[in-house]
């Protein structure tokens, strides 16, 4: 190869090794944000407020993106701690019996986990010291919003990442990003009452509930339901709920809603829909008819994005009357859609620090060949040794070419994994 072709093969990758560099002048300031946000919670201000928790232990990010995901992290991350110690820290707007404050400071950013009282979990916030119930995921979604810092992404790019980040990855001379996963989806409609002075001889089965709700599917040229178990559960703990409880909506008194079922049943949905009904004039299918005849629960039985239905029912006292709580919960289980290889990107960030790596030494070498100017071919030493740095450096470009095939294809396989499962979620 002539010296005029390796060097023009090389003009490729000198940006990406000068960017490399770049990064490697910015470690200082990467340690020292990382010191400074210890223990806080921050938002990509310019990625639609997506969250991170920074721990202070590691002091590396983890993405909380969902109140399922916040409060998977809290558990994750938690110290257990004593209900003693615990006490010596003032819960917001409470205060203390007695404050230590040097517990209090060395815990300033951590999550709790009382061990003695069913691992309840605390936020020692790392502004005003005091500590915030972290009591269930919407809990931890609301402290995650409420103390949110306000972060870019050039410097929140400065924090290494331990967890979740829902990557978007850009390479020299690569024509591709990684792609993200959508959201969840819950559909709702209003409670449905029936009221009427039929004495209470009717009577609803859950088998039958559910068979007249395939009916309707299949009149209207839709699937059957699949019956789902964890759906089932759920639709049972919320009639149980309602009437022991002498309420009649979605969310309990207690603010328990259709997300903390599913989460409390271990159901990973893509999406969710709950249908309720109460009344005392009620058949199997005089309660379809009543479901239908509403605009909002007709859609929910109608929707093409649900595939499993659970349901549940049973007499109960409500505002001094005995009447029948129906409910059919919806679902669309992650397990529907193609499998998303998560471990794809742990090899992509492997390949990525790889070809990081290489493209430094690429260009230390080609600052080796312009040592040689002017080189002297009357010195046959130079001369061999100059030759012998050529083939180094070609190898090296070579190897170098093949990793960045290899990351393309791996993130292509990435890309279309995720491309796959968003047109089933959708």
């Known amino acids: 190869m002539k010296i ?26 990467a340690i020292d944000i ?45 110290l257990g701690i004593s209900n003693d110690n615990l006490a010596k820290i003032p819960i917001a707007n409470q205060g203390a019996k007695s404050i230590d404050v ?8 951590r999550i709790l986990l009382q061990v003695e009282d069913k691992g309840q979990a605390w936020y020692v916030n790392p502004v005003d010291g005091n500590r915030y ?106 009639v149980d709920d309602m009437i022991a409880n002498g309420y009649f909506a979605h969310v309990s008194p207690d603010g328990v809603g259709i997300e903390d079922l599913a989460l409390d049943v271990g159901y990973d949905y893509i999406s969710i829909g709950e249908n309720l009904a109460l009344g005392n004039v009620f058949t199997d299918a005089s309660l379809l008819e009543g479901w239908m005849n509403s605009p909002g629960h007709r859609a929910n039985i109608l929707n093409d994005k649900f595939s499993e239905l659970g349901v549940a029912s049973a007499q109960g006292e409500y505002n001094g009357t005995t009447v029948w709580f ?10 529907d859609c193609p499998v998303v290889d998560d471990t794809l990107n742990d090899k992509i960030s492997v390949e990525q620090k790889s070809i990081d790596k290489l493209s430094d030494i690429i260009s230390q070498q080609r600052k080796r060949l312009n040592d040689y100017a002017p080189l002297d071919t009357g010195n046959p030493e130079e001369v061999s040794a100059y030759n012998s740095d ?17 990351l393309k294809n791996l993130i292509d396989e990435y890309n279309s994994q995720v491309i796959a499962y968003t047109e089933c979620a959708e």
Do not use: C
């Not at 938002?43 to 969250?51: D, F, H, I, S």
């Not at 995650?144 to 979740?164: E, H, K, P, Y």
């Open 133 to 238: 119930y972290l009591g269930r995921p919407k809990d931890a979604f609301s402290i995650m919003r409420n103390f949110g810092l306000g972060i870019t992404d050039d410097d929140i790019s400065l924090i290494s990442v331990a967890r979740g980040e829902p990557v978007e990855l850009n390479l020299q001379d690569a024509d591709f990003n990684l792609k993200q996963i959508g959201n969840q989806e819950v559909s709702l409609s209003g409670p449905l009452k029936i009221d009427g002075s039929a004495p209470m001889d009717s009577y609803l089965t859950n088998t039958g509930i559910f068979l007249e709700t395939n009916m309707r599917r299949v009149a209207n040229e839709l699937p059957e339901f699949r019956y789902s178990n964890e759906l089932s559960k759920m639709a049972q703990k919320k």
């Open 34 to 78: 990382s010191d400074r946000l210890s223990g806080r919670i921050v938002l990509q201000v310019e990625r639609a407020g997506q969250a991170w928790y920074i721990n202070p232990v590691d002091k590396r990010r983890y993405y909380m993106g969902r109140p399922k995901d916040a409060f998977s992290l809290m558990r994750e991350l938690g």
């Open 390 to 406: 050529v083939a180094t450096y070609n190898s090296l470009v070579n190897t170098f070419n093949s990793q960045l095939e290899y």
């Open 326 to 335: 129906a409910v059919q919960e919806f679902g669309k289980p992650i397990s």
């Open 102 to 109: 040097n517990l209090a400071n060395r815990l300033k950013g």
């Open 4 to 29: 005029h072709e390796i060097f023009g093969k090389s003009i490729i990758y000198v940006v990406f090794g000068t960017v490399v560099s770049i990064m490697i002048a910015y470690t200082a300031f």
